[in-house]
């Protein structure tokens, strides 16, 4: 999140030096774009600086050549048991980091959205079941079910949402109402 804020300072700060900037008042109920919008997107899409997470480097609107570690909490402290790059996948550096005491004939529901770079339908492909989707999560969720010997089927949260409780209708939406039908259904 820091190197996401520090990027849009970068991409402002460049602008502003350039005196392109410019204020005006904007409102969310226009559906104009803001007139700076497309040269700030230029500017942090060519920014490169040393951030939390490294290097800070874009192509095409999308950060590339980063790593996201992978943290497991084992014995009251955190350890780093892997790292995911998007061009190479999920390497997992602790070989015992994900084993547990689990059935090896267990087929899990995995309830998801779509959110770049975690959970993305591939594009321009016909393909169908778990084959479908790629990005961070999916690569870290084949690679664990490989280590730890279980099946998975991957499943779209059908309004696309997280899960915010309304408190007119006392109602769940998205992957918590999800969760909670399932738990009921497999209660009774």
């Known amino acids: 999140m820091f ?21 005006h008042n904007i409102s969310c109920k226009n559906e104009l774009p803001w007139r700076d919008g497309l040269s700030l997107y230029n500017y942090i899409n060519s920014a490169s600086m040393n951030g939390l997470t490294g290097r800070v480097h874009f192509a095409e609107g999308r950060r590339n050549l980063f790593q996201i570690d992978l943290l497991k909490l084992k014995r ?10 998007p061009e190479f996948g999920v390497n997992i550096t602790d070989s015992t980091a994900f084993y547990d005491t689990y059935s090896s004939n267990t087929t899990l529901i995995v309830m998801t959205r779509q959110e770049k770079p ?13 084959d479908r989707f790629e990005g961070f999560c999916i690569d870290l969720l084949k ?46």
Request: charged fraction near 25%; glycine fraction near 8%; avoid cysteine.
């Open 3 to 23: 190197d996401s804020v520090y990027s849009v300072a970068a991409g402002l700060t460049e602008l502003e030096r350039k005196d392109l900037l410019s204020w």
């Open 76 to 85: 009251e402290k955190i350890q780093k048991v892997g790292f995911w790059k």
């Open 118 to 130: 975690y959970v993305m339908v591939k594009s321009g492909i016909s393909q169908t079941g778990n």
């Open 143 to 188: 690679a664990i079910a490989t280590q730890m010997g279980f099946q998975y089927k991957i499943e779209l949260v059908p309004d696309n949402m997280y899960g915010v409780f309304n408190p007119d209708t006392k109602v769940w939406n998205g992957i918590v109402r999800e969760l909670m039908e399932k738990l009921t259904r497999t209660k009774i």
